[in-house]
């Protein structure tokens, strides 16, 4: 499969903890974003990252991505219920396909 | 601006029937983009439609197949319904083109479709 690959594939916090989630991907990218969806819902673009960029940030997220392991990651502080939702990224892949992995499902208790 | 928007949200069809589903992109915005969501596959690139002509489309069959309109409006159609077709079709919209991953995509909320 060409898809990034999202891990842990769920993940149960209480509010106030922090989350991480990766992606893996497995050839060169130019690019690599995070997203979220709220449950059956539509996507909303969090953050894009480029090959060249090692670290981004955007509010209470903090994205890394290490183009030598192939792998990016996103860590979520403080977590808010609100925070609830599944987390994809997306990568090129270099096929002019946007092609998201299967998705990291938080859980965020009050 | 007013966002993605997508007709209908919810559809039942019956196998071997047709359907067609509506994406109304961001103002200014030229490329439309769709995907299926399934519980098993994920979330899979359909194809990407830019100014009215196909830039890039998935690994799908050609019963699926779409066309986007001078306004950017776009529209998808799924031809001999299967019991597989079942998922959730994101519309994303994006100025320019999706593909390279270069610019943000903005989503709909989506049709979730049923085939009986």
């Known amino acids: 499969s060409q898809q990034g690959e999202e891990d842990p594939q769920a993940l149960s916090i209480q509010e106030g903890e922090n989350a991480t989630m990766n992606c893996s991907y497995k050839t060169s990218i130019n690019n690599l974003q995070w997203y979220r969806q709220n449950s059956g819902r539509g996507l909303v673009h969090l953050i894009l990252i480029r090959s060249n960029e090692r670290e981004k940030h955007s509010g209470r997220l903090r994205v890394t991505l290490d183009t030598s392991k192939k792998s990016s990651s996103l860590l979520i502080t403080a977590s808010r219920a609100a925070d609830t939702a599944s987390y994809f990224c997306?990568?090129?892949?270099?096929?002019?396909?946007?092609?998201f992995g299967r998705g990291t499902s938080l859980i965020v208790h009050p | 601006k007013a966002g993605v928007t997508q007709t209908p949200r919810y559809l039942i069809k019956t196998r071997g029937q047709q359907v067609t589903l509506s994406c109304s992109p961001i103002?200014?915005?030229?490329?439309v983009s769709w995907y299926q969501q399934t519980p098993g596959q994920g979330l899979q690139f359909l194809f990407e439609y830019f100014s009215e002509t196909q830039r890039n489309k998935g690994n799908f069959p050609g019963r699926f197949s779409g066309r986007q309109f001078s306004n950017s409006r776009s529209e998808m159609n799924v031809s001999t319904l299967e019991l597989g077709d079942s998922a959730l079709y994101l519309c994303?919209?994006?100025?320019?083109?999706?593909?390279?991953?270069?610019?943000?995509?903005?989503f709909g909320p989506g049709t979730r479709l049923l085939v009986l």
């Open positions: 103002s200014g915005h030229r490329s």
């Open positions: 994303a919209s994006s100025p320019g083109l999706a593909g390279s991953n270069q610019e943000t995509q903005y």
């Open positions: 997306a990568t090129d892949l270099g096929s002019y396909i946007p092609t």
